[in-house]
Every structure is written in structure tokens, then in C-alpha cells.
């Protein structure tokens, strides 16, 4: 999967710190596309304090409203890391195409993302719903 690179990206330190220790604990050789879109994403990002993050970019544990691009059908999502991650319950890893292509993004950019299976998706980010840093949680 490839992230889009035109998508500016803002990261808080803790969320960038604990995802690029994530993405390190896979070897190398062995990194999936997702892996790498991860990476991706943490190396393009912008990098400021969790004090800092705007209200309107999705973050680690973040709860957004997106509305497909295609089928215009709204739905909810959790920005969850990969060991939390519970797909029906709304909870997406951030390691997932969909999780990596929101990381980081601002409330009306699109997010676009490919599955495994060669299928393309498209979402706007319409709404985050709760974000951990906006709530005075500076360390979830």
C-alpha cells in the first residue's frame, strides 16, 4: 500500500516514538506494504508536542467520522494500535491500510488507501469525534 505523499501529515513525539519502535520490531526483509506505508507516513510526518497537536488532526486513539467517497456511507472509526485492533467493533489498526492512510491527517483531507487484495478505497476524514490530546491526555 502506498500512502498519498501530497497529504500533510502532523505527529505528536509520543505517537511517532511509540510507532517507530512499532514499525522497528519487524525485521527489515520481512516488512508488508502496510509496514511500509507506516513508515512512510512517521518519516514525511511533521513531529510536534502532544501539548501542541491540533484539535482537527487524528492521532493515536483518535475517534473519527469518515463518509466513503464512493457509496457516500458514514461510519466510525478507532485509530487503534496493531495488538488493540478489533475490526467489527470500529477499532482499526493503525498498521492497516485504512489506520496508516489516517494517521496524522486533518479533519476534510482524504484518505485513500489500497487492501490487500488490490482494492482501492477512498474516505474524508468529516469529523474527529474524540482525540485523546484535545481531552488533556497526553499519554494514552
Given at each position: 500500500m502506498q500512502l498519498d505523499t501530497t497529504?500533510?501529515?502532523t505527529l505528536t513525539e509520543l505517537d511517532h516514538a511509540r510507532l517507530t519502535r512499532l514499525t522497528r520490531r519487524v525485521a527489515a526483509p520481512t516488512l508488508r506494504s502496510e509496514?511500509?506505508?507506516?513508515?512512510h507516513a512517521l518519516d514525511d510526518a511533521t513531529?510536534?508536542?502532544s501539548r501542541t497537536i491540533p484539535r482537527d488532526v487524528v492521532t493515536m486513539r483518535s475517534r473519527v467520522?469518515?463518509?466513503d467517497l464512493r457509496t457516500s456511507h458514514r461510519y466510525r472509526l478507532t485509530l487503534s494500535y496493531?495488538?488493540?485492533a478489533e475490526p467489527a467493533a470500529g477499532l482499526v489498526s493503525v498498521a492497516s491500510p485504512v489506520g496508516a492512510s489516517l494517521l496524522g491527517l486533518r479533519v476534510g483531507a482524504d484518505a485513500r488507501w489500497t487492501l490487500p487484495g488490490g482494492e482501492q478505497?477512498?474516505?474524508?476524514l468529516e469529523a474527529i469525534v474524540f482525540q485523546p490530546e484535545s481531552n488533556g491526555d497526553y499519554t494514552l
Open positions: 497529504v500533510a501529515r509496514d511500509q506505508a507506516l513508515e513531529v510536534v508536542p467520522l469518515l463518509k496493531p495488538d488493540e478505497g477512498a474516505a474524508r
